[in-house]
């Protein structure tokens, strides 16, 4: 599938974003969804990701409580709710998709796991 993320800018601390992936070219219902992100001169680092059934999601600790990963199967989207955004979050985010799992629960931090790969969107959060 090809995944377009979007929903990216330029924000002050404390304030919030949405960021929306599109799926086309397929279902994603079957795949377990994840939001990466890459700092300048860092590594891609894991965000949040959810399983098929929206029922399961895990997210990284430094964004524990402030970001909401979210799924709508009919709209063939996953979003990602940012809030009280820090000058930490600046960086490219990254939509990804799984092939087809098996289970319902399935949630994934490692990028490997993944298949296919969003072009990204940028945030960039101001102090």
């Known amino acids: 599938v090809q995944l377009q993320a979007s929903g990216g800018g330029l924000v002050q601390a404390g304030e919030s974003l949405r960021l929306s992936c599109v799926a086309s070219?397929?279902?994603?219902?079957?795949?377990?969804m994840g939001w990466f992100r890459q700092a300048p001169g860092q590594e891609r680092t894991f965000v949040a990701s959810?399983?098929?059934?929206?029922?399961?999601?895990w997210y990284a600790g430094s964004v524990q409580g402030r970001f909401t990963i979210s799924r709508d199967s009919a709209k063939n989207t996953v979003n990602l709710q940012m809030n009280s955004l820090k000058p930490e979050d600046t960086a490219v985010y990254y939509c990804?998709?799984?092939?087809?799992?098996?289970?319902?629960?399935?949630?994934?931090?490692?990028?490997?796991?993944?298949?296919?790969w969003g072009q990204g969107t940028q945030v960039t959060v101001s102090s």
């Open positions: 959810i399983s098929t059934n929206g029922e399961s999601t």
């Open positions: 990804a998709a799984s092939g087809p799992v098996n289970s319902d629960v399935v949630v994934a931090q490692f990028a490997s796991f993944y298949n296919d």
């Open positions: 070219g397929g279902t994603i219902n079957r795949s377990t």
